[in-house]
C-alpha cells in the first residue's frame, strides 16, 4: 500500500522555491564559496554544487511534518557539499532544517540535538587546533558553532517559550472552565435553597387551605364553614405575605433595604398557635438556650414547620410533641405525630418537604430521620453547633 506524504506547509514551499532560485543565481554569478584549486573540492566545476542545493530544497518541504528525516537527509547534502566549491545558500537552507528539527520535532529530538551540534562544536573547536596548532583551526569549531549549534539552541529556546505559552493558555482554559462549574455549582445550590424556602413558607399555609376549605364544603354547617372561611383567609393573608416577602428578597430591593430578618426559634410558639388554629394539637418544649448560629436556628425553625405541615396533612388524631434539646455540641429537633395509614392525605403533596429537611441537616453536618415509630411518626433532625463538627 503505498504511503501517502503530508501536504507541504505553504511557507515551506515559499522558503524551498525561494532558496533553489537563490542558489541557482549564485550558481550563475559564479559566487561559490570556495575556490576550485582547494584541496577538499573533489567535484570541480560551477554546476556540481546544485545537486545538494536541490536537495536541501527538497527537505525545506518537510521541515514541519518529518523534521529529522529532511535534518539526516539536508546533513549528507551538506557534506556533499564540502567536496564541490559549495553554495552559501545550501548552508543558509541547512540551519534552518536543523532548527526545524528541534522547533517541530519529538522532544527526545528537541533535547538531544543541541547537545550533539554543542558536542560538535567543542571537538570541531579543539581537534583541529591540536592537529594543526594555528589560530585558523580555531574557525572551523566556530563555522560548525554558527550551522549547527546555534539554530538547534534558538529552535530549542523558541520551543520552550511556546511550550510555556501553550501551558499558560491550557491553565487559563481549565481556570475558565472551573469558574464555569463554580458558578454552576453555585446557581443550582442557591435555587435549591430558594425552592427549600418557598416550599417551607408556602406549603403550610395553603395545606391548611386546602383542608378547610375540604371541611367548608363537604359539611352543611353554617358556623363550621365560617370558621373553616376564616382560617383560610388567615392563612391566605399570611401566605401572601411571605411570598412578597421572598419574592422582595429575590428582587434585591437595593442597596437602601435592610437584609430581610430570617425566622428564629423566639417564633415558634406563634408557629405551633399557627398549627393549633389548624386544627393540630401541638405541645411544644424548647430548651435552646441563647447563642445559637443563626443557619441552626433557620434550619430548626424549618424543619419545625415543615414538620407541622406533614401532620397537618397526615397524621391522625393525637397531641403533636415538638421537642428541641441542646447540649454542648448538637441541637436535636425532635417531632412526633399520630401515623395511621391513609388511602390519601388531606391535602395533596410533592414529597419535596422531607427532601428539604434532609438537604438542610445535610447543608449544617447533621443527621436527619424520619419514619414510622410504633403508633407514632417521629421527625429527628441532629443539628451541630460548630461549623464542622459532626453530629
Known sequence: MAVRL????????????????????????????????????L?????PPLVPLAVTAGCELLRRSAPRAALLVGTAAVVLDLTTQGNLVTVMLFTDLMYAAVLYGPPAAARRIPWITGLL????TVVPFAVWRVPEALLIGVAIGIVAFGPASTG?????????????LLRAEQTALLAEQDRVQAVTAERSRMARELHDLVANHLSAIAIHSTAALSLDD?????RALAVIRENSVEGLAEMRRLIGILRDAGADAGPAAAPTLDGLPALADGA?????????TTVPGEGLP???ELAAYRIVQESLTNALKHAAAGPVHVTLARDARVLTVTVTSPYAERDRPRAPGSGAGLVGMRE???LLGGTFAAGPDGARWTVRAVLPLTEGDPA
Do not use: C
Open 6 to 41: 503530508p501536504r507541504p506547509h505553504r511557507f515551506d514551499g515559499y522558503v524551498a522555491a525561494g532558496g533553489l532560485l537563490s542558489g541557482v543565481l549564485l550558481t550563475v554569478l559564479g559566487l561559490g564559496v570556495r575556490p576550485s584549486d582547494d584541496p577538499i573540492v
Open 222 to 226: 353554617p358556623g363550621t364553614s365560617r
Open 276 to 284: 393549633r388554629a389548624n386544627g393540630l394539637d401541638v405541645r411544644l
Open 156 to 168: 530549542l529556546i523558541v520551543r520552550n517559550h511556546r511550550e510555556a505559552a501553550d501551558a499558560a
Open 294 to 296: 443563626v443557619p441552626v
Open 43 to 47: 567535484f570541480d566545476g560551477p554546476w
Open 121 to 124: 562544536t567543542v571537538a570541531g
Open 360 to 362: 438542610r441537616a445535610a
